[in-house]
């Protein structure tokens, strides 16, 4: 009798989580929404998904020094230049190009404005620079050894080199705190 009684409530207490489901426990699966496969796929959003890069036609650095920049140093392009500049050269170089973020000293990121940079680079080296990185720093215009990208454009690259070329000392001047703005 004991052990009869004692089945019944092992039993009985097996028996809900095997046999039933409830119906409102589906409720959730079943709400209105788009199931995995369902309906046309929705447009991935442009440039959000990593291809080879963009086709450049220079193969390396030194073939880009003599590059002529194809786009004038207009306002539209020295703005375009300078957000670009900000959310990816910033990082490094710093907001205004001082070498005054956290991670400059660290990375060996140089001064954007100093002479070296504003006088003795060319418009194409600097392009070619952003296109393929230099020794530490990374591509942004083909996949490079430092793990490059296809961030920018050929001609996002060319609005940074305007910026970089007719505007950065200047912000960087009229910055009241280094890399406050
Ligand atoms: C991940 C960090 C990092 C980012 C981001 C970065 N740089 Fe650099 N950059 C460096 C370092 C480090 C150096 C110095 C060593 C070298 O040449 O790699 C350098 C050097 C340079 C040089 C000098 C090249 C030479 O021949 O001496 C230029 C010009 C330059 N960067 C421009 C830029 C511009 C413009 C951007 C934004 C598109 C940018 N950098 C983004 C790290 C970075």
């Known amino acids: 009798m004991k052990t009869k009684a004692k089945t ?5 207490a097996l028996v809900p989580t095997l046999a039933f489901a409830w119906p409102w426990s589906t409720d959730m699966m ?9 309906g046309t796929p929705a447009l991935f959003p442009k440039r959000s998904i990593p291809v080879m890069g963009n086709p450049t036609k220079i193969k390396n650095r030194e073939e880009s020094e003599n590059l002529k920049n194809p ?8 703005k375009k ?5 900000k959310i990816i050269c910033g990082a490094c170089h710093g907001l205004t190009g001082l070498a005054d973020s956290p991670v400059s000293p660290k990375i ?6 100093e002479e070296y940079v504003q006088d003795m680079l060319t418009e194409g080296w600097i392009y070619g620079t952003i296109t393929f990185g230099g020794a530490i720093m990374p591509a942004y215009g083909v996949p490079g050894p430092q793990g490059g990208s296809n961030d920018l454009s050929p001609e996002e690259r060319w609005h940074v080199v305007n910026y970089v070329k007719n505007q950065l000392a200047k912000d960087a001047a009229a910055a009241p705190v ?3 703005n």
């Open 30 to 38: 079943n709400q209105p929404n788009i199931k995995p496969q369902e």
């Open 178 to 180: 280094a890399g406050a």
């Open 81 to 85: 230049g300078k957000k670009l500049f």
């Open 108 to 113: 060996g990121a140089i001064n954007l404005t």
């Open 71 to 78: 786009y004038e140093a207009t306002e539209a392009s020295l």
């Open 8 to 12: 019944l409530i092992l039993a009985s």
